[in-house]
């Protein structure tokens, strides 16, 4: 079956960076872009950016460009989103999840099972 | 403040329907028919509900149910069951190069 698995739980200190990754499995890893979403504490959904496997293109999210940066390592089927010059706002749950698109469909289906992030001094 | 505005909070009764609307813009809503609906319950990451506006995953239940008018999605839930208790966001793909989702800022439904 489809499943993303992501990395464990951050903690990291203001000022330092992050990354994640999201292992991919059960499909054709190459074949549909990855994106990543986060949720603040008590908040909403907030898309981050997007990354296509099979050339490694991104698209990010204006208010954090130049912070974030979207990888990824087709050998392993893996996904990262790092994330740098950390602040308290960015304490927050991260997702990736699969871009499922076709002619006639899109959305965002599987997701990871999320890795908290916690900057705090 | 969310791209695509949805009421903070609906409430019903077990058995009722209730309808969670989701407002965009002719630049996302109004503009494709990739509007999702998600149910996060607590600790949970999100899960798929209702894709292209009115499609159902399989193994979602059929009380579960879309609609869109202009720039204006609805989810509705018919039959309410004490499980369906959890927040709903909706989605949409949008016309700008980025972002390329947008998301609402999240619905709590309470099942009384």
């Known amino acids: 079956q489809v499943q993303l698995v992501q990395s464990g739980a951050e903690v990291k200190k203001p000022g330092a960076s992050v990354k994640v990754s999201c292992k991919a499995s059960g499909y054709t890893f190459t074949r549909y872009y990855m994106h990543w979403v986060r949720q603040a504490p008590g908040q909403g959904l907030e898309w981050m950016g997007i990354?296509?496997?099979?050339?490694?293109?991104?698209s990010y999210a204006q208010k954090l460009q130049g912070r974030v940066t979207m990888t990824r390592d087709t050998s392993t089927s893996t996904v990262y989103m790092e994330l740098s010059s950390l602040r308290s706002e960015d304490t927050a749950m991260y997702y990736c999840?699969?871009?499922?698109?076709?002619?006639?469909?899109?959305?965002?289906?599987?997701w990871g099972q999320g890795t908290l992030v916690t900057v705090s001094s | 403040q969310s791209a695509l505005t949805q009421p903070a909070s609906v409430s019903g009764s077990p058995g009722q329907s209730i309808t969670i609307s989701c407002t965009g813009t002719s630049s996302d809503v109004g503009g494709y028919n990739y509007v999702s609906w998600y149910q996060q319950h607590p600790g949970k990451a999100p899960k798929l509900m209702i894709y292209d506006v009115s499609n159902r995953p399989s193994g979602v239940s059929n009380r579960f149910s879309g609609s869109k008018s202009g720039n204006t999605a609805s989810l509705t839930i018919s039959g309410l069951q004490a499980e369906d208790e959890a927040d709903y966001y909706c989605?949409?793909?949008?016309?700008?190069?980025?972002?390329?989702?947008?998301f609402g800022g999240g619905t709590k439904l309470t099942v009384l």
């Open positions: 990354i296509n496997p099979s050339g490694g293109s991104t």
């Open positions: 999840a699969r871009d499922y698109c076709s002619s006639t469909s899109c959305y965002l289906d599987p």
């Open positions: 989605s949409s793909y949008t016309t700008s190069s980025t972002p390329d989702v947008v």
